[in-house]
């Protein structure tokens, strides 16, 4: 008997949008309850205020308690390590991100995202020291970690190579995205989509076919196997376990990125 797949999360990036306000949360929700409303419907939310401030463990406790069990909230690590020309001399900063106490959401924290700027290329030697400063576990949490990386020189075997022999769990953002390179190797035990493509005239942001087509790579991707209609960089075929899978509708026509998201969730399951 084959194993179950693993587990697929699905969301948006942040809670706070106000033309989400009546479009997603009834109009008169409460502020104060849009997350609790956001985490009953979807299975993930990506958070991007880590990005531009620190915030404190009682903050990231008071997210996590707001959420079922199950739900997970991948962060943005904070600009200041990755905006800038050596990666590799950012341990400072790193550090200082864990100080803010994002493990004190337990296994509410998913993965940390690491965003380069989209003008930094690929270098080999950088990454590889960047990557070492990037903790398996912090605090007794077990940690995963993925790089967004969307300048056009990371479309590079080597890049996914660096990855795959990190100490930590480390993967590629697959990005659906005409302006920037789609990754779609695996390279830890998870993988990370982000879909920057849904519309303003689609009530879903992306249409039936294209929820039903993406709906179906989660799957084969959750069951331990590659989507064969997505580009790869080392075109093998990596051990096929189960593996969890996070996906996020991200930018594009963000009034619509809810219900894309909850109609992939039902599409995709829970």
């Known amino acids: 008997m084959s194993a179950a797949p693993g587990r697929i999360r699905i969301g ?5 949008f106000e033309p989400w306000r009546g479009a997603f949360y009834p109009a008169k929700l409460k502020k ?19 990005f531009y401030r620190g915030q404190k463990p009682e903050t990231f406790r008071k997210w996590a ?36 106490g994002p493990t004190a959401m337990g296994e509410k924290l998913g993965p940390i995202l690491w965003q380069l700027p989209a003008t930094k290329r690929f270098d080999r030697d950088d990454i ?3 990557l070492k400063l990037l903790p398996a576990s912090h605090d007794g949490v077990k940690l995963r970690h993925v790089i967004e990386a969307g300048h ?7 890049f996914v190579e660096l990855l795959r022999e990190a100490e930590a769990q480390v993967a590629p ?8 390179p789609t990754i779609a190797d695996v390279t830890a035990d998870f993988v990370y989509l982000r879909l920057e493509r849904s519309r303003d005239d689609v009530e879903t942001g992306y249409p039936e076919d294209e929820l039903d087509a ?6 084969t991707y959750a069951a331990g196997g590659v989507p064969g209609d997505l580009p790869t960089l080392k075109g093998d075929t990596p051990v096929a376990k189960p593996r969890d899978v996070y996906c996020f509708l991200i930018s594009g026509a963000k009034v619509r990125n809810p219900a894309g998201a909850m109609a992939l969730i039902e599409r995709a399951g829970r």
């Open 12 to 16: 948006v990036g942040g809670w706070t």
């Open 32 to 50: 104060d309850d849009e997350l609790a409303y956001m985490a009953e419907r979807l299975t993930a939310i990506e958070v991007n205020g880590t």
């Open 65 to 100: 308690d707001a959420a079922p069990d199950g739900f997970q909230f991948p962060l943005k690590a904070s600009r200041f390590c990755t905006s800038r020309r050596v990666l590799a001399e950012g341990a400072e900063s790193v550090q200082k991100f864990w100080d803010t």
């Open 128 to 130: 590889a020291a960047f």
């Open 152 to 158: 056009e020189s990371f479309a590079d075997p080597a």
């Open 173 to 180: 953002v697959t990005l659906d995205d005409p302006d920037h």
């Open 214 to 219: 993406w709906a179906s790579r989660l799957k």
